[in-house]
T-cell receptor, first 117, second 114 residues
Framework: GAVVSQHPSRVICKSGTSVKIECRSL??????MFWYRQFPKQSLMLMAT?????????EQGVEKDKFLINHASLTLSTLTVTSAHPEDSSFYIC?????????????FGPGTRLTVL | GENVEQHPSTLSVQEGDSAVIKCTYS??????FPWYKQELGKRPQLIID?????GEKKDQRIAVTLNKTAKHFSLHITETQPEDSAVYFC?????????????FGTGTRLTIIP
């Protein structure tokens, strides 16, 4: 099946710093990538949807200036958590989908565990 | 927007017995319903999905049923095995362009008792 990677897998940072998370589709072109946040023992909450070459669409309540998303190529999307605070500590998961068909399976990355001290 | 509810939140089943997880959705435009299995600290993996033009789909020990009128769908796992222990998420989405995002249920932690 299709493979999606994320880097880093874990990151610990100080409050006020910025953290960049990369999401790559390794063997297919991802027209659309999705960024989710998952708190312990909770569900996946969609943060934003990004299409290659265009601005990301953010879900209600997600600050676009705090969570910067870039989808510059068909195989790479990045999420930058700016001025991170302890409440931003979470498991961030990306997924990628090829083509425009919404029935196409979303393939998930392994996630990035962010801890803000 | 779409709202997906999932029950139960935890489920313990004796090995070999069946497990059933139920979800309801609110948006009648939703027409794609995948189920994901997530092991601790790992990525969600698609185990089965169903589209709104069918009422039931089966893949070996796993089946999903959909009732469009009542807006609910269920996951059935038969002959459960210890490796079925995980958190299961249902999801719903609409294939309408511009709204094809997945809305996830709250998850069910399934424990298979050997």
């Amino acid at each position: 099946g299709a493979v999606v990677s994320q880097h880093p897998s874990r990151v610990i940072c100080k409050s006020g710093t910025s953290v960049k998370i990369e999401c790559r589709s390794l063997d297919f072109q991802a027209t659309t990538m999705f960024w989710y946040r998952q708190f312990p023992k909770q569900s996946l909450m969609l943060m934003a949807t990004s299409n290659e070459g265009s601005k990301a669409t953010y879900e209600q309540g997600v600050e676009k200036d705090k969570f910067l998303i870039n989808h510059a190529s068909l195989t790479l999307s990045t999420l930058t958590v700016t001025s991170a605070h302890p409440e931003d500590s979470s498991f961030y998961i990306c997924s990628a989908r090829s083509g425009d068909n919404p029935y196409n399976e979303q393939f998930f990355g392994p996630g990035t565990r962010l801890t803000v001290l | 927007g779409e709202n997906v509810e999932q029950h139960p939140s935890t489920l313990s089943v004796q090995e070999g017995d069946s497990a059933v997880i139920k979800c309801t959705y609110s948006d009648s435009a939703s027409n794609y319903f995948p189920w994901y299995k997530q092991e601790l600290g790992k990525r969600p993996q698609l185990i089965i999905d169903i589209r709104s033009n069918v009422g039931e789909k089966k893949d070996q020990r796993i089946a999903v049923t959909l009732n469009k009128t009542a807006k609910h769908f269920s996951l059935h796992i038969t002959e459960t095995q210890p490796e079925d222990s995980a958190v299961y998420f249902c999801a719903a989405s609409s294939s309408n362009f511009g709204n094809e995002k997945l809305t996830f249920g709250t998850g069910t932690r399934l424990t298979i008792i050997p």
